[in-house]
T-cell receptor, first 111, second 115 residues
């Protein structure tokens, strides 16, 4: 049973528009959430994180929103750029260093 | 070298072969991890080493044998693998194994094909 789910396998967005990637989780003990980006032939790279005491964290063009009551988080990228095209993984941890990952969403930004 | 490196990047092996994957981190971290990524599946945590001690074995078959000689190096020894073990094997490290608010830094992975 997957504790972290990314229900959209892929997303296509026009350059300059907003990209919204979604993630749902089932374990209410998760207290730290991360987004990773992965290009082909490279390992995942850390993008942005949020702890459960916050509902929003912003870093440049990237903002992560956390809705604890809905057990849902989202990553907003605005404006989207062609270089943002990659696979995006959502991950969560529950008071430890063990991360649980979602299956990933492929983002394609069209120019 | 910087970050987390993995060798080899690609490996093809038969089911009777023995091979090893190597990971090295140049970040001064104290925790290291092995993950398996199969096509269209989430990354699966295999093993966790904190301060060179194995703290997690996520029900991994014994044909996968990890080794952590020091906090900078991590190996995954492979023997008598099955074709379904073909996947991308990723190594990662993080600063403080006792702190959950630590991002993990990943290597580029080894693409393994078992014939």
């Amino acid at each position: 049973d997957q504790q972290v789910k990314q229900n959209s396998p892929s997303l296509s967005v026009q350059e300059g528009r907003i990209s919204i990637l979604n993630c749902d989780y089932t374990n209410s003990m998760f207290d730290y959430f991360l987004w990773y980006k992965k290009y082909p032939a490279e390992g995942p790279t850390f993008l942005i994180s949020i702890s459960s005491i916050k509902d929003k964290n912003e870093d440049g063009r990237f903002t992560v929103f956390l809705n604890k009551s809905a057990k849902h988080l989202s990553l907003h990228i605005v404006p989207s750029q062609p270089g943002d095209s990659a696979v995006y993984f959502c991950a969560a941890s529950a008071q430890g260093n063990k991360l649980v990952f979602g299956a990933g969403t492929i983002l394609r930004v069209k120019s | 070298e910087t970050g987390v490196t993995q060798t080899p990047r690609h490996l093809v092996m038969g089911m009777t072969n023995k091979k090893s994957l190597k990971c090295e981190q140049h970040l001064g971290h104290n925790a290291m991890y092995w993950y398996k990524q199969s096509a269209k599946k989430p990354l699966e945590l295999m093993f966790v080493y904190n301060f060179k001690e194995q703290t997690e074995n996520n029900s991994v078959p014994s044909r996968f044998s990890p080794e952590c000689p020091n906090s900078s190096h991590l190996f995954l020894h492979l023997h008598t693998l099955q074709p379904e073990d073909s996947a991308l094997y990723l190594c990662a490290s993080s600063q403080d194994p006792l702190e959950s608010y630590n991002e993990q830094f990943f290597g580029p992975g080894t693409r393994l094909t078992v014939l």
